[in-house]
């Protein structure tokens, strides 16, 4: 079975640009989470989504927006970059049903200039 | 507030020499405990899950252990593969929240 994959696995941008990452999750996985991952701070979680519905939000600003389609590809968008959003960036799926851990992808490494 | 601290933040180790890594949480009704490895530049790798207190899980040479308050990851005999960023988190039993808090880690090298 493929694991969780997220493109693009780079990205370079400028301050107040934004920017759209993608996820495509395990199959038959159906819940997708986000975290942000900087040396400083470590993981942290930005939000989750089931059935193209956010069920959970971590403490970042607005600019932080994410989406879920019906086939359970999530993208997340960060508007206005700011030098401290660079960072690796996560995406995680799990099954709905029995355990509750969760596969990471890659991640996406965001470098903000 | 949901804490997890992991100690020590790194550690190196000869090849063959045993040791255990610490994960300390205070959370609000525990769901689970994760273990996850990490190598540089990549996504954090699941390793084990741990539910209730006394609960042991084993692969290869790693074993998980919980206690009310801490978590242990015992290596035993370690080899140079091995070595990884061991990150620990912690799932809290809220109604909707599914979200995992995170540990900083704690970087392992073993030495040949």
């Known amino acids: 079975k493929a694991g969780v994959t997220q493109t693009p696995r780079y990205l370079i941008k400028t301050r107040g640009q934004q920017v759209t990452l993608s996820c495509s999750p395990i199959?038959?996985?159906?819940?997708v989470s986000w975290y942000q991952q900087t040396p400083g701070q470590g993981l942290q979680f930005l939000f989750e989504?089931?059935?193209?519905?956010?069920?959970n939000k971590g403490n970042f600003p607005g600019r932080f927006s994410g989406r879920q389609f019906s086939n359970s590809r999530s993208e997340m968008n960060v508007s206005t970059l700011e030098l401290g959003d660079s960072a690796l960036y996560l995406c995680?799926?799990?099954?709905?049903?029995?355990?509750?851990?969760?596969?990471f992808g890659p991640g996406t490494r965001l470098t903000v200039t | 507030e949901d804490q997890v601290t992991q100690s020590p933040e790194a550690l190196r180790l000869q090849e063959g020499e045993s040791s255990s890594l610490n994960c300390s949480y205070t959370?609000?009704?525990?769901?689970?405990l994760f273990w996850y490895r990490q190598d540089p530049g990549k996504g954090p790798e699941f390793l084990f899950t741990?539910?209730?207190a006394g609960e042991e899980k084993e692969k290869e040479r790693l074993k998980a252990t919980l206690t009310k308050k801490e978590s242990f990851l015992h290596i035993t005999a370690p080899k140079p593969e091995d070595s990884a960023t061991y990150l620990c988190?912690?799932?809290?039993?809220?109604?909707?929240?599914?979200?995992?808090?995170f540990g900083t880690g704690t970087r392992l090298t073993v030495i040949p």
């Open positions: 959370v609000s009704g525990l769901r689970g």
């Open positions: 741990l539910y209730s």
């Open positions: 199959s038959g996985h159906r819940s």
């Open positions: 988190a912690v799932q809290a039993d809220q109604t909707g929240a599914n979200n995992l808090f």
């Open positions: 989504y089931f059935s193209e519905t956010q069920r």
């Open positions: 995680a799926s799990r099954p709905l049903t029995g355990a509750y851990e969760q596969y």
